[in-house]
């Protein structure tokens, strides 16, 4: 059987210079840089340039944060990916 990677998606967030992110929850082991999200639009995936952790211990807030190589506006990832989304994607699809 062929491991799912997954995300929850919990928010958005644009970050000046840095381009949008897409706030979350990663699910088991798996996602990694250079895996490919499909959108079901266009384009057709996104490709994950970088993992980032978003902690701040004081409020008990741990998450990580998707960025991508497309650099997809903040109202795209709102649109395709509403909170609450589950991303799934197969663990060998890497795109770099």
Do not use: W
Request: glycine share 10%; aromatic share 8%.
């Amino acid at each position: 059987m062929e491991a799912v990677a997954q995300f929850e998606v919990t928010g958005h967030y644009d970050l000046p210079r840095r381009g949008v992110l897409l706030i979350g929850h990663i699910l088991g082991d798996g996602i990694k840089v250079g895996m490919q999200i499909p959108t079901h639009d266009e384009p057709p995936f996104l490709t994950i340039s970088g993992i980032e952790a978003l902690c701040n211990p004081s409020k008990q807030i741990y998450k990580q944060a998707l960025i991508f190589r497309e650099k997809p506006t903040l109202e795209f990832l709102e649109r395709v990916f509403p909170v609450g989304t589950i991303i799934k994607t197969k663990q060998g699809e890497a795109g770099l």
